[in-house]
């Protein structure tokens, strides 16, 4: 059973910077392609961004590109989003999400593709 832990999430102003960690547990981790999404009450849950099992390649929509970046560390289990610029927009829950894929696939985007959840991490950005 794949268990996966966010960290990191806080209260932070306008414009600054925030680092969430997910560490995996309970199978190989480069086995998982892995998925940032968040949800903001009285939205749908959204894609942030995505990372293949090498962590070659990675996704992330227009709304957070060239703010936010996904990365993996595969010997410490750990994948981060390296958040920056943050406005009150980003504000949400934050969930790490696992996908077992074949090797050398690139990362799904959709929620539903991705079996294994945390249990979120609350990021609010002040005004």
């Known amino acids: 059973q794949v268990q996966l832990v966010e960290s990191g999430g806080r209260l932070v102003q306008a414009g600054g910077s925030l680092r969430l960690s997910c560490l995996t547990s309970?199978?190989?981790?480069?086995?998982?392609?892995m998925g940032w999404f968040r949800q903001a009450p009285g939205r749908e849950r959204e894609i942030v961004a995505t990372?293949?099992?090498?962590?070659?390649?990675?996704y992330r929509p227009d709304s957070v590109k060239g703010r936010f970046m996904i990365s993996r560390d595969n010997a410490k289990s750990t994948t981060y989003l390296q958040m920056n610029s943050l406005s009150p927009a980003d504000t949400a829950v934050y969930y790490c999400?696992?996908?077992?894929?074949?090797?050398?696939?690139?990362?799904?985007?959709?929620?539903?593709?991705?079996?294994?959840w945390g249990q979120g991490t609350q990021v609010t950005v002040s005004s």
């Open positions: 999400a696992a996908a077992s894929v074949s090797a050398g696939s690139s990362p799904p985007r959709e929620s539903r593709q991705y079996a294994y």
């Open positions: 309970g199978d190989s981790f480069s086995r998982y392609a």
């Open positions: 990372i293949s099992r090498s962590g070659r390649v990675t």
